[in-house]
């Protein structure tokens, strides 16, 4: 049974830096590419990036200098680490294989 | 980056009517091996997006068949018919041919 849970911090600091965990389950890294996508509240869906099976990525190009995706194949966990966060980066955070899509978390961005 | 673009529905729709939701890519999603690069996905309220159609025309496993997506390099729509109080809530299009992926933005369904 495939799963994908992410998990983090719900508050993050405005102009500190936001690090997410997508923990899978039920495939394997290498030969999946997993997908970070996020969702304001009440706004539509924006893709983040991605890591592929080989471990290559590709990100969206708005966010490109701030954010980064890894992982650990052995732990079956890909990471997402994003600096400089501003309120308008408040967000639900999904981890997705395109397929099969991870409950989200929500992240605020206040002092 | 591809833009992608997404009609409105005429809500609400009666229970066991059909809609049509459109979408339209700024880029033909037509690849030269002939699968068009387009995945339809539903977001029920507080839940996350489930894909319900890709290559354009394919259903995902479990999918019901009252979902058909259908069209040409650019235009595309997913009909849905018969609508069924469990088909309530946001319809979202992404293309998938070229990074950055990208979504419509969304078209939401609600029932009468």
């Known amino acids: 049974q495939v799963q994908l849970k992410e998990s983090g911090p719900g508050l993050v600091q405005p102009s500190e830096t936001l690090s997410l965990t997508c923990t899978v389950s039920?495939?394997?890294?290498?030969?999946?590419?997993v997908h970070w996508v996020r969702q304001p509240p009440g706004k539509g869906l924006e893709w983040m990036g991605i890591?592929?099976?080989?471990?290559?990525?590709d990100y969206n190009s708005a966010l490109k200098s701030r954010l980064s995706i890894s992982r650990d194949t052995s732990k079956s966990q890909v990471f997402l680490k994003m600096n400089s966060l501003q309120t308008e980066d408040t967000a639900i955070y999904y981890c997705?294989?395109?397929?099969?899509w991870g409950q989200g978390v929500m992240v605020t961005v206040s002092s | 980056d591809i833009v992608m673009t997404q009609g409105a529905l005429p809500n609400p729709v009666p229970s066991g009517e059909s809609a049509s939701i459109t979408c339209q890519s700024s880029?033909?999603?037509?690849?030269?091996?002939?699968?068009?690069?387009l995945n339809w996905y539903l977001q029920r309220p507080g839940q996350s997006p489930q894909l319900l159609i890709y290559?354009?025309?394919t259903r995902a496993s479990g999918v019901s068949d009252r979902f058909s997506g259908s069209g040409s390099g650019t235009d595309f729509t997913l009909k849905i018919s018969s609508v069924e109080a469990e088909d309530v809530g946001v319809y979202y299009c992404?293309?998938?041919?070229?990074?950055?992926?990208?979504f419509g933005g969304g078209t939401k369904l609600e029932l009468k």
């Open positions: 880029k033909s999603l037509l690849h030269s091996n002939g699968k068009t690069y």
């Open positions: 997705s294989t395109g397929i099969w």
């Open positions: 890591i592929r099976s080989g471990g290559s990525t």
């Open positions: 992404q293309q998938f041919l070229e990074y950055p992926r990208t």
């Open positions: 290559w354009m025309s």
């Open positions: 039920g495939f394997s890294l290498t030969s999946n590419s």
